[in-house]
């Protein structure tokens, strides 16, 4: 890296976020499970498929409309396990508290988290808790840890995905990080777009039985729908055509976009999954997923292609078309 600093820019799940991955992280420790950059390990363990996953959380503000630090926490992880084909089952948490801390504030979140594994139908079953001095943190951060069974069936990989593939939504898109945006800015709460901060796995469970036409899902956090696509389809001999028309953006969110001259594209969600999946099973997958509270917006809205080879191409709804590229940027630090 010619970077002499960490930016910003570095978290954000853009091209700073991928260069440092690649040339800091994967140069050391890419060779084994790590090279793919899953978000979850598949890992053997006495003869038995698990998979296992962490992940650092940092948002600020704590609390925001639609969720806090703790409840996102848990459905991070668990999401992580879900799109990896897993059965989540096993919480790890770790909380830095900075001194001044109200201890309220550390019950509300407390609180989130056991409510959230609750209806995850998770276990904490270890953890650690650490004080640093006042001005440190920014009150919590928290590390959670998550271990699933691999559900059978499953075989997830980039290199299986094919032209003619359907790439599927299971709802609105850029809901949390617009929350977020909404929180910082002073937004009344009631006006505000509300993040779609919620665990996935029912939605990977309920169409296990089309688990063999599943090419590979991902849930589109830092970076948004656009930085998964081009995730997938990058050094590719396909490309991938998404449909402006057909995409799920809820009115809060995209008022607030169009007020903010921000591409919903490129913003978080926490509680939404993408799927490729082989055209013969899409009809099925989006009909079981209708079926379930976390799955009522979903929606087909693209296809794989062999043409333009590496490259997202959106459409729009006026007949023209454009490259959806990485952001290169921090658009919002600190979403999660």
């Given at each position: 890296?010619?970077?002499?600093?960490?930016l910003?820019?570095?978290?954000?799940?853009g091209?700073?976020?991928?260069?440092?991955?690649?040339?800091e992280?994967?140069?050391?420790?890419?060779?084994?499970?790590?090279?793919?950059?899953?978000?979850?390990a598949?890992?053997?363990?006495?003869?038995?498929?698990?998979?296992?996953?962490t992940d650092?959380f940092?948002?600020?503000?704590?609390?925001?409309?639609?969720?806090?630090?703790?409840?996102?926490?848990?459905?991070?992880?668990?999401?992580?396990?879900?799109?990896?084909?897993?059965?989540?089952?096993?919480?790890?948490?770790?909380?830095?508290?900075?001194?001044?801390?109200?201890?309220?504030?550390?019950?509300?979140?407390?609180?989130?988290?056991?409510?959230?594994?609750?209806?995850a139908?998770?276990?904490?079953?270890?953890?650690?808790?650490?004080?640093?001095?006042?001005?440190?943190?920014?009150?919590?951060?928290?590390?959670?840890?998550?271990?699933?069974?691999?559900?059978?069936?499953?075989?997830?990989s980039?290199?299986?995905?094919?032209?003619?593939?359907?790439?599927?939504?299971?709802?609105c898109?850029?809901?949390?990080?617009?929350?977020?945006?909404?929180?910082?800015?002073?937004?009344?709460?009631?006006?505000?777009?509300?993040?779609?901060?919620?665990?996935?796995?029912?939605?990977?469970?309920?169409?296990?039985?089309?688990?063999?036409?599943?090419?590979?899902?991902?849930?589109?956090?830092?970076?948004?729908?656009?930085?998964?696509?081009?995730?997938?389809?990058?050094?590719?001999?396909?490309?991938?055509?998404?449909?402006?028309?057909?995409?799920?953006?809820?009115?809060?969110?995209?008022?607030?976009?169009?007020?903010?001259?921000?591409?919903?594209?490129?913003?978080?969600?926490?509680?939404?999954?993408?799927?490729?999946?082989?055209?013969?099973?899409?009809?099925?997958?989006?009909?079981?997923?209708?079926?379930?509270?976390?799955?009522?917006?979903?929606?087909?809205?693209?296809?794989?292609?062999?043409?333009?080879?590496?490259?997202?191409?959106?459409?729009?709804?006026?007949?023209?078309?454009?490259?959806?590229?990485?952001?290169?940027?921090?658009?919002?630090?600190?979403?999660?």
């Amino acid at each position: 890296m010619s970077e002499e600093q960490i930016l910003l820019a570095h978290g954000g799940g853009g091209r700073l976020s991928q260069r440092l991955i690649a040339e800091e992280i994967l140069s050391r420790f890419g060779s084994g499970p790590l090279a793919t950059l899953p978000d979850a390990a598949s890992l053997q363990l006495s003869g038995r498929n698990v998979c296992f996953t962490t992940d650092g959380f940092v948002v600020q503000p704590l609390f925001f409309p639609g969720g806090c630090i703790g409840d996102l926490a848990v459905h991070g992880t668990v999401n992580d396990l879900a799109v990896s084909g897993a059965r989540p089952r096993w919480l790890s948490l770790a909380m830095i508290l900075e001194e001044g801390l109200p201890v309220m504030t550390l019950r509300r979140v407390l609180d989130a988290i056991r409510l959230a594994a609750d209806h995850a139908d998770v276990a904490v079953v270890t953890g650690d808790t650490k004080v640093v001095k006042r001005g440190q943190c920014d009150g919590i951060y928290i590390t959670t840890s998550g271990i699933g069974a691999a559900l059978p069936g499953f075989s997830l990989s980039i290199a299986q995905i094919q032209p003619g593939d359907k790439v599927l939504v299971s709802g609105c898109l850029g809901d949390h990080g617009a929350a977020i945006l909404a929180a910082r800015e002073g937004f009344p709460a009631e006006h505000s777009p509300k993040s779609d901060s919620r665990p996935l796995h029912r939605l990977v469970e309920g169409m296990a039985e089309l688990a063999a036409g599943v090419r590979f899902m991902r849930d589109p956090t830092r970076g948004g729908l656009a930085t998964i696509l081009n995730e997938m389809t990058a050094g590719q001999r396909f490309g991938m055509r998404i449909r402006a028309r057909d995409l799920p953006f809820s009115p809060a969110a995209s008022a607030l976009a169009e007020m903010m001259g921000l591409d919903l594209l490129h913003v978080a969600s926490e509680g939404c999954l993408v799927l490729v999946c082989a055209a013969s099973v899409a009809d099925g997958i989006l009909d079981i997923w209708h079926t379930l509270p976390e799955g009522r917006d979903a929606r087909e809205v693209g296809i794989v292609t062999g043409e333009h080879g590496g490259r997202v191409i959106l459409e729009s709804a006026i007949a023209g078309e454009r490259v959806v590229d990485v952001p290169s940027g921090e658009l919002l630090p600190r979403i999660c």
